[in-house]
């Protein structure tokens, strides 16, 4: 059984762009939620989806956009990247309580 | 939302030592607590979780335990090892009754062989 994957590993990109990471979540989970982890912190929750929706956000401002698709797989998009972007994002997958984190992906912005 | 302290920041121990790392919260309501250990290049991985109907969980060489009335819960390994090497972080949850979890700010716990 295949756990939680994103793509994709690493990415650079430059002030200005717009980036799209991507996630499947682990088998049999419904709910996908996404974190942005800087060096040295721990991870900060930037909203979930559940059913294709965004069901809760954390505060992360409206660059910052989502998706979910009818196979539970999603999206993290975010526009007019800044320098404080650069991060490892991380998404988590989940049934009940449990979250189940994918590798994450590194984004450095120039 | 909930704000969740962790310490300390940074642990070095002896081989076959123990290890507590203490995480404080602010919203009384909250009632799950999950811990995960991170590897370098991974994401978080949970490594064990306590309820608030509990006050303490064990699990082979980890345990927790949860301290409601003055909302502070701890993480225990003993007998360390190389192996057990990592950054550990504490969380709570985001909001009341939601699946999203605020997390502390993480202890790097190095075992020494």
């Given at each position: 059984d295949a756990g939680v994957t994103q793509s994709p590993t690493h990415l650079i990109k430059t002030r200005g762009q717009q980036v799209t990471l991507r996630c499947s979540p682990k088998s049999g989970h419904d709910t996908v939620s996404w974190y942005q982890q800087a060096l040295g912190q721990g991870p900060q929750f930037i909203f979930q989806y559940y059913e294709e929706e965004e069901r809760q956000r954390g505060?992360?401002?409206?660059?910052f956009s989502g998706h979910q698709f009818p196979n539970y797989s999603s999206e993290l998009n975010v526009n007019a990247?800044?320098?404080?972007?650069?991060a490892l994002y991380l998404c988590a997958s989940s049934q009940g309580l449990d979250l189940y984190f994918g590798p994450g992906t590194r984004l450095l912005v120039l | 939302g909930e704000n969740v302290e962790q310490h300390p920041s940074t642990l070095s121990v002896q081989e076959g030592d123990s290890a507590v790392i203490k995480c404080t919260y602010s919203d009384s309501a909250s009632n799950y607590f999950p811990w995960y250990k991170q590897e370098l290049g991974k994401g978080p991985q949970l490594i064990i979780d306590i309820r608030s109907n509990v006050g303490e969980k064990k699990d082979q060489r980890i345990a927790v335990t949860l301290n409601k009335t003055a909302k502070h819960f701890s993480l225990h390994i003993t007998e360390?090892?190389?192996?057990?090497?990592a950054v550990y972080f504490c969380a709570a949850p985001?909001?009341?009754?939601?699946r999203a979890l605020t997390f502390g700010s993480g202890t790097r716990l190095q075992v020494q062989p």
């Open positions: 505060n992360f401002p409206d660059r990247l800044l320098l404080g972007d650069s | 360390t090892q190389p192996e057990d090497s985001y909001d009341t009754g939601r």
